[in-house]
């Protein structure tokens, strides 16, 4: 309940355990989201390329700062053991920037949860002469325990609201040749890039496929999936595991058009070719 900045890295593979350690996997969807208890968000952001390791990683920090809560950078082995060329900006100043909310009252006036409008706390350095009570606990706005149903209810719609507020600032996704496209595919991370080529394939043979592409997995894009079901016939999910995303389009989604999955989870990830077979599958 301290809501401290923090930014964690998950390169995921095969599971569970050990499972396959070197195996493109994309398991730790729902566990990125879920894995901690308390019904509280996160932002997850998920890469696609090694220049957007680094883009993504400042974006990270920065989302941190800015909103007090854990960022998860969520790659899979594909984009792990990739190797590309990263251009570094001429000028940092244009990179997203980590700016913690400073407390502006004096420290004898400070009280360590108090929010205005964005319903984030500033947050003072340490050993800056600001002092407040850390706990686990559920608390008021002075950081000290508070066992109130109002204090409970108060503290969990913060948590929420903080991020719920600013989702346009948060979610972030990519639309690639969907201008005029009748059918979607949704993938992310490793298993977008098969996709980008299998959208050209598709193309080339007439099909008016487009891909989109979640760069923020968590909070779920929720508008844009309910747009794309208002823009397309049909929508594959692919994903690198079981099918856990695809459960969250479909309930977007609602039942508008069909939603089917291409779910691969065999050590390797799709080729091009698999990607496009799927696509004139379902989209026959």
């Known amino acids: 309940m301290a809501e401290i900045p923090l930014v964690i890295v998950n390169v995921q593979r095969v599971g569970p355990s050990t499972g396959q350690p070197t195996s493109p996997s994309q398991g730790d969807i729902m566990q990125a989201r879920w894995g901690t208890h308390g ?3 996160l932002i997850a952001l998920t890469p696609a390329s090694v220049p957007e390791c680094f883009d993504l990683t400042l974006r990270a920090y920065a989302l941190s700062e800015k909103y007090r809560v854990p960022v998860i950078l969520l790659m899979d082995e594909v984009i792990g053991h990739m190797r590309e060329k990263i251009e570094l900006p001429d000028n940092y100043d244009e ?4 700016e913690r909310k400073l407390p502006t009252c004096p420290p004898e006036e400070f009280k360590a ?3 205005d409008e964005s319903l984030v706390p500033a947050m003072p350095p340490f050993g800056s002469g600001y002092r407040w009570h850390v706990t686990g606990l559920v608390h008021d706005e002075t950081g000290f325990p508070k066992g109130t149903p109002a204090a409970t209810l108060a503290a969990t719609n913060r948590q ?3 991020l719920y507020n600013n989702l346009d600032d948060i979610v972030e996704v990519e639309n690639y040749a ?4 009748e059918y979607a595919i949704v993938a992310f991370g490793g298993a977008a ?7 050209d394939m598709a193309r080339a043979k007439g099909m008016k496929v487009g891909l989109v592409r979640p760069i923020t997995i968590w909070p779920f894009a929720e508008k844009q999936m309910k747009a794309l079901a208002g823009k397309v016939k ?4 692919h994903e690198l595991n079981y099918g856990q995303y695809v459960l969250e389009v479909e309930r977007a989604v609602a039942g508008k058009v069909p939603v089917t999955l291409f779910a691969k989870y065999d050590n390797e990830p799709a080729t091009p070719d698999e990607v496009l077979a799927e696509m004139e599958k379902a989209f026959k």
């Open 39 to 41: 019904d509280h968000w």
């Open 95 to 98: 990179i997203p920037q980590a």
């Open 113 to 115: 949860y108090a929010t």
């Open 160 to 162: 929420h609201d903080k």
């Open 178 to 181: 969907m201008d005029d496209a």
């Open 193 to 199: 890039r098969a996709s980008y080529e299998a959208v």
């Open 234 to 237: 049909h929508i594959i999910v």
